[in-house]
């Protein structure tokens, strides 16, 4: 499998590491954690809670297009080094930004969205550089 198939991988690996955060702040509500209506629960959660969710939410928004550039990238027959670069650096910017949520590091965290999604564009249009 190729760098950037793999970058895809743990992109999605991230979605769903990224609800553990969110689980910790809903298991340390009065209640414990809601099984039965988590998603009420979630909507109730305040300071890192509520920005962990959100980091996991922000989560599914961007990973459909990282994943689609991928694929036009290689399809297109893109520079394979550059696709690499751009997949694992996507991969690393969106590992900090959601740290960077929780820590309420506003700054840092819109300049790692911005990597992040640079790199997403990019992918798309590497292949018109081959």
Known sequence: MTVPFTSVAVAFALLFLSKVPVGMAQAKQPEGYNNRHPRDQQAKLSGWGRRALAAHLNGFESFPA?????????????DPQWSALLAV?????????IGAY???????RTTLWAIGTGCTFALFVLPAFA
């Open 66 to 78: 990282f994943a689609c550039a991928v694929l036009v990238s290689h399809v297109g027959q893109a």
């Open 89 to 97: 650096a996507h991969v690393v910017a969106r590992t900090g930004y």
């Open 102 to 108: 929780i820590a309420d590091i506003h700054l840092l």
